[in-house]
């Protein structure tokens, strides 16, 4: 499988794309998933407490991550972002993350956080960058 060129929250591509803009509560890198804490900030995503609002994509990639005194981040919810996937995934793949934000297949007991509508492009190896569609912000747990 060959690995796209990109970077980890760079938006992929010009499909249209939406985003919002959310205060942090706790660092968050690029690229990582974000939910929405029990505080009404944004996090990273673990799946555990938080509803899923997007996918962190900085104007500037480049930033290690936002501090948590009440910065704002770029979040895009729907349109193309590259991502930093844990393991092999393939085109058309559901999109899943695990308790530590890290992106993969869906439907595994790893990766159990499935983005609803959220899809791979084309494969990438384990440890590649991967183009995630996203076609909303819903999210559901396996």
């Not at 393991?87 to 993350?97: C, E, H, M």
């Not at 159990?112 to 183009?131: C, E, M, R, S, W």
């Amino acid at each position: 499988m060959a690995n796209a060129i990109g970077v980890a929250g760079q938006q992929a591509t010009m499909t249209p794309a939406t985003f919002v803009s959310e205060t942090v509560a706790a660092d968050i890198a690029a690229g990582l998933p974000v939910e929405l804490s029990d505080n009404n900030a944004c996090k990273p995503g673990t799946g555990s407490v938080g509803t899923f609002i997007g996918i962190h994509c900085p104007a500037v990639v480049g930033h290690k991550a936002l501090a948590d005194d009440n910065e704002s981040a770029r979040l895009i919810q729907q349109g193309d972002v590259w991502v930093t996937v844990a393991a092999a995934v393939s085109a058309g793949d559901a999109v899943g993350y695990s308790s530590t934000g890290t992106f993969a297949k869906a439907a595994t007991s790893t990766y159990p956080n499935a983005i609803t509508g959220a899809y791979f492009v084309h494969d990438a190896d384990k440890d590649g960058v991967a183009l995630v569609r996203l076609n909303g912000v819903a999210t559901t747990s396996l």
